[in-house]
């Protein structure tokens, strides 16, 4: 097991769930959230990436992902359908 790839917060990392690998990289000077969307909705908050920070993620496959900031708590800056072997950079 890889100490460098995080899951998403409530999926364990011995899931028999089939998952893919991505990245993020946030380049602003705040954190982002990164939140579950499941039927249209947000759902769980899946992980939070920190000024500056990149980390590598497995996510189960098909998810759809949204990007909130701490500038902007109220805002849904954008979806994302995650893709396998993906980098996903912010801004």
Request: charged letters at 25%.
């Amino acid at each position: 097991m890889d100490p460098d790839i995080y899951y998403p917060y409530g999926l364990p990392f011995f899931t028999d769930q089939p998952v893919i690998p991505v990245s993020f990289i946030n380049n602003e000077d705040f954190y982002i959230n990164i939140y579950l969307v499941k039927q249209n909705k947000l759902n769980n908050l899946a992980g939070i990436i920190f000024s500056k920070e990149k980390k590598k993620y497995h996510f189960p496959k098909n998810t759809i992902v949204a990007i909130i900031t701490q500038k902007k708590p109220d805002k849904i800056q954008c979806y994302i359908k995650l893709k396998k072997d993906m980098i996903y950079i912010y801004p």
